[in-house]
């Protein structure tokens, strides 16, 4: 049924409405990715906890990989980055020599405002002093920083992963910063237009006009004398 009067004269309005909202969840999406960049970029974390009980491995961790024993937890304006590992006491009592000896380790880097909307995550085996390279054993996900934006954050990645919780969420929120912006804008403009006896649409000169001629739209509102005037849809 609702398609049925979609289809008819209201469903060009439907559409466009529909079109307008799509746009600005796109717009908001990328507004929302920017920010996380930007995180990625600049944030830095300002409160550090080192003795954090039991939050497992911060992403998925490969089948085969023991539980963590040891995590940290870090987060600042814009950025939470959690990390773990497996034996690193092991590894710093044979001072790193003993081959035999292997640590897991991985680190996610969550990036976004207000909520953590971009993951990067590092993970790595290490034995002895041998640190698996990426793709061979170790792993990463994102993309390494240009080295003259990232001094100081060299571990850090450009996060491409989602967080969807949050990318949805921040994506809704810059959608409508972006749409009361642009209706704000609108209606400002049609202001002006009206109260400088203008077509609100079109901006040709209406006055002592009950519909534009340029245009054919409704004049609505006061004329520069100061009459009211009511147009075909009403205020
Ligand atoms: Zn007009």
Not at 53 to 62: D, F, L, M, Q
Request: aromatic share 8%; charged share 20%; hydrophobic share 45%.
């Amino acid at each position: 049924m609702w398609a049925h009067r979609a289809a008819g004269q209201g469903g060009g309005r439907v559409k466009r409405r529909l079109l307008s909202i799509a746009m600005f969840l796109l717009l908001g999406a990328a507004i929302n990715v920017a920010v996380a960049w930007g995180c990625g970029l600049w944030a830095s974390t300002s409160r550090s906890d080192d003795d954090v009980p039991g939050i497992g491995w911060p992403n998925r961790a490969p089948l085969g990989w023991p539980e963590p024993d040891r995590w940290s937890y870090s987060r600042g304006l814009g950025l939470t980055i959690r990390s773990a590992c497996e034996n690193l006491e092991q590894s710093f009592a044979t001072q790193m020599l003993d081959p035999s000896v292997v640590v897991h380790w991985m680190a996610a880097y969550d990036f976004g405002l207000p909520m953590r909307a971009m993951r990067s995550t590092r993970r790595a085996v290490q034995r002895g002093r041998a640190m698996a390279r990426p793709g061979r054993g170790g792993m990463e996900w994102g993309w390494p920083l240009p080295p003259l934006v990232n001094r100081g954050f060299a571990m850090r990645r450009l996060a491409f992963v989602p967080i969807w919780p949050g990318f949805a969420v921040n994506t809704v929120l810059y959608a409508l910063i972006a749409w009361s912006i642009g209706s704000g804008t609108v209606r400002l403009r049609r202001a002006r237009r009206r109260r400088r006896g203008r077509c609100v649409a079109c901006a040709y000169d209406v006055s002592d006009l009950d519909t534009c001629p340029e245009c054919g739209k409704a004049v609505i509102g006061t004329a520069p004398g100061g009459t009211a005037r009511r147009g075909a849809e009403g205020v």
